[in-house]
């Protein structure tokens, strides 16, 4: 019997992710300025932890977050997966991850 491919049901201690495909870094990095060249800032609220989140607005639509007050156009690409909804991104700012975005393929 073939084992089950690693995914959110299956996978030692609990849950694992695997990309079900692979995009090239470029093209994740030229989506990503593509959709902050069209990004505003929304609403922002502090959760519990003391820790201040600003919604990242693309048509009315919220596609991610930032944790400090930064200027989106001075944003890059950290880290990336792919899934079946889309592309998950790292924000970072001088080396640190300072939020969050959703990315349509």
């Known amino acids: 019997m073939p084992m089950p491919k690693w995914g959110w049901k299956f996978g ?12 090239p870094r470029e093209q994740v990095e ?21 820790i201040k989140h600003t919604e990242i607005v693309v048509d009315n639509e919220v596609v991610g977050n930032i944790w400090e007050d930064v200027d989106l156009s001075t ?28 990315l349509k393929p």
């Open 30 to 50: 030229a989506k990503l300025k593509e959709t902050l060249s069209k990004a505003s800032k929304g609403h922002s609220w502090t959760n519990p932890w003391g």
């Open 12 to 23: 030692p201690r609990h849950y694992a992710y695997y990309m079900t495909e692979s995009v």
């Open 75 to 102: 944003l890059a690409l950290g880290a990336y997966w792919v899934g079946p909804w889309g592309i998950k991104a790292e924000l970072v700012k001088d080396g640190r991850i300072v939020g969050m975005m959703w």
